[in-house]
């Protein structure tokens, strides 16, 4: 029997293409910058690299692309929590009044974040002015909109989705980020710089394992199936992944932070005076403890509602009532949910404090050693390279599964 051809040669084509356009859009400057003097400004603030790594932006100099993914990101979790609250009715709404909302409510927070970079930028435009402002900030929003538009034509037509576009600027930024490290390592005496470098390699491919690890590790709940051949109830079981936020948490912990701090940007140009504002500036970034704190908070709280998003245990437990499926020694309905309840908010305990772990708290050490900022920004680089990696090579082998079949006629 003759195979049906497989459409991963076109995806991979296409996605390539795509890519081309990302990368050449990342390059075009914006008027009126000097992107020499920016891109020093930026490099200064570890927190704008790291969201420019995990939005698929460009914080490192002032260019069409430098927003990114972030507003789409921002947007896309806040109008999450709003429709889980119910306050306003939005999960009643037909889904193309939906789409029009949320489109409105990503315009509204890229328009806020682009302001708040402009401003980030201030000093280093020529002639600033009120005009100029309004102008970049239009061409920050347009080129944001492009590359998400960008990002949905490639969930269709290519591969990796918006995780390919971040993947793409992940490894860029990696290799960036090593050859600083070592060019700084090299200034020491030789047997110290070799020293740590081979420790710095060690401890990042480590990383890059146990983020492998933890990615693909799942706990399995045994169940008894009535309708499953006595021979197979063995192998029926009932997966939760060990870390179901991954990558995804770093990178929306990220937008997240960054919306409040553009705000506050926008804010502290029209009330130069208040001191909240102007505190809240300086200590909100990942520069300051302040700040830290408050992201490690937030990328708790992420990881733990991915975990809780990717299933509904009351669901499944009355799917299982219904089937007649039924774990040993749990009553079917509430105390099955309970059950089930129970084990997912300890696999997504475990996955969260993993995450912290490695991708939050090592940023206080940057804190304390602004020198050492790049260093410890790579723990985080690697989950969010590890989780996005997964994805892209997870969608590979399904569509080589789905396409991997004999034609009947």
């Not at 356009?21 to 008027?31: A, D, E, H």
């Not at 006595?230 to 079981?237: A, G, W």
């Not at 809240?280 to 990328?299: A, D, H, K, Q, R």
């Amino acid at each position: 029997m003759k195979k049906e051809k497989s459409p991963l040669r076109k995806r991979i084509l296409f996605s390539l293409f795509l890519l081309v356009i990302y990368g050449f859009g990342k390059n075009i400057p914006l008027p009126y910058t000097d992107p020499t003097e920016t891109v020093q400004q930026l490099q200064q603030n570890s927190f704008w690299q790291l969201t420019s790594v995990a939005t698929g932006g460009n914080f490192t100099a002032p260019t069409l692309f430098s927003l990114g993914l972030a507003p789409w990101m921002a947007g896309m979790i806040f109008w999450q929590l709003l429709t889980m609250t119910k306050i306003f009715g939005l999960d009643q709404l037909p889904q193309k009044q939906v789409d029009l909302r949320r489109n409105l409510f990503i315009l509204v927070v890229a328009l806020i974040e682009g302001v708040g970079t402009v401003l980030l930028m201030k000093g280093r435009f020529i002639d600033f002015s009120q005009g100029q402002l309004l102008e970049l900030t239009l061409l920050l929003v347009a080129g944001s909109f492009f590359l998400i538009w960008l990002a949905n034509i490639n969930s269709v037509w290519g591969l990796g989705g918006p995780s390919l576009l971040i993947l793409y600027g992940i490894v860029g930024s990696l290799g960036s980020q090593f050859g600083m490290i070592i060019r700084n390592i090299l200034t020491y005496p030789v047997w110290w710089a070799l020293g740590a470098s081979m420790i710095l390699i060690v401890a990042t491919l480590g990383v890059i394992a146990l983020a492998f690890i933890f990615e693909l590790s799942e706990y399995r709940l045994e169940i008894n199936r009535i309708m499953l051949n006595q021979q197979l109830l063995k192998t029926s079981y009932i997966p939760l992944k060990l870390n179901a936020g991954g990558s995804m948490a770093f990178m929306f912990g990220l937008t997240m932070l960054m919306l409040p701090q553009a705000l506050f940007q926008l804010l502290v140009e029209y009330f130069p005076g208040n001191k909240i504002l102007l505190w809240m500036v300086s200590n909100s970034s990942s520069t300051e403890f302040f700040g830290v704190t408050v992201y490690n908070i937030v990328l708790f709280s992420l990881t733990m509602l991915f975990a809780y998003a990717m299933l509904d245990m009351t669901e499944m437990a009355d799917n299982l009532r219904k089937s007649g499926d039924y774990f040993t020694g749990i009553d079917p309905g509430r105390p099955t949910a309970k059950y089930l309840r129970s084990k997912q908010r300890a696999t997504a305990f475990i996955g969260a404090t993993f995450t912290v772990t490695v991708a939050g708290l090592p940023l206080y050490l940057g804190v304390i050693w602004p020198k050492y900022a790049a260093v410890v920004m790579l723990p985080g680089m690697s989950i969010m390279l590890v989780g996005l990696a997964v994805t892209v090579m997870f969608q590979v082998r399904a569509i080589k599964i789905l396409h991997n079949y004999d034609e009947l006629f």
